[in-house]
């Protein structure tokens, strides 16, 4: 089956709403989870009693792979340029404790069978195809996840009830954004703008816990 037959892979910026869609979905990725645990001080045993304290995100690590050489343009700004963006700090989003910006959040998705909300917490570029003038059209990118959300713990779905028209609605909880939204009704984060619409939104990067939104049909 050829790369072309699969559902593209996409990471979306949670905070902007915007996706970037991977040209080749990963050969193959690494899931790491560490769980933290005490070791106690125990006299006169060969072992000391372990207690645990508590879990660390779990991390995803992937190559993915970018080529731009039968189109002859610069691979950066066609596709590895939009990654180094989740790296930057939006002003936009200020910690409350010292007024500072951050990272924007990201949801990595394969399709409808998982997903993963996380940060970017390493970055890495490796070019290895060039045209004459220098240009690279050929690059890896090494992308390394942490996760901020635990979604083993989350509900199939937000608590619903039905609107006027068959449609759904969704309180807005501590953390929500459209495109996280999006993403727990109709499978796909990118449908934010169908969620924006019918609410009338104009400020979308701000969800005020409490509020009521009309989920529309598809």
Known sequence: ????????????NLDQGNTIKCMFNPKEYTWTKTNNWDEGKVPAKNISDLHFTGGKSAT????????TYAE???????????????????PSKKDKNNDYGRPPRVLFQWGAAWSFEAV????????????????PVRATLTV???QVRDTANLAPQNPTSGGAGGERVWQVGAGDTLAWIAYREYGDATKWRLIAQANNLIQVRELAPGTVLVIPNE
């Not at 089956?1 to 979306?12: E, I, K, P, R």
């Not at 995803?60 to 080529?67: I, P, T």
């Open 60 to 67: 995803l690590k992937m190559d993915l792979f970018f080529d």
């Open 144 to 146: 390394n996840f942490q």
């Open 1 to 12: 089956m050829s790369d072309t037959s699969l559902a593209h892979a996409t990471v979306t």
């Open 120 to 135: 970017i917490t390493s970055l890495s570029q490796q070019f290895t195809l060039f045209l004459s003038d220098g240009t």
């Open 72 to 90: 002859g343009k610069d691979v950066r700004k066609e596709y590895t340029d939009a990654f180094w963006e989740l790296m930057s700090i939006d």
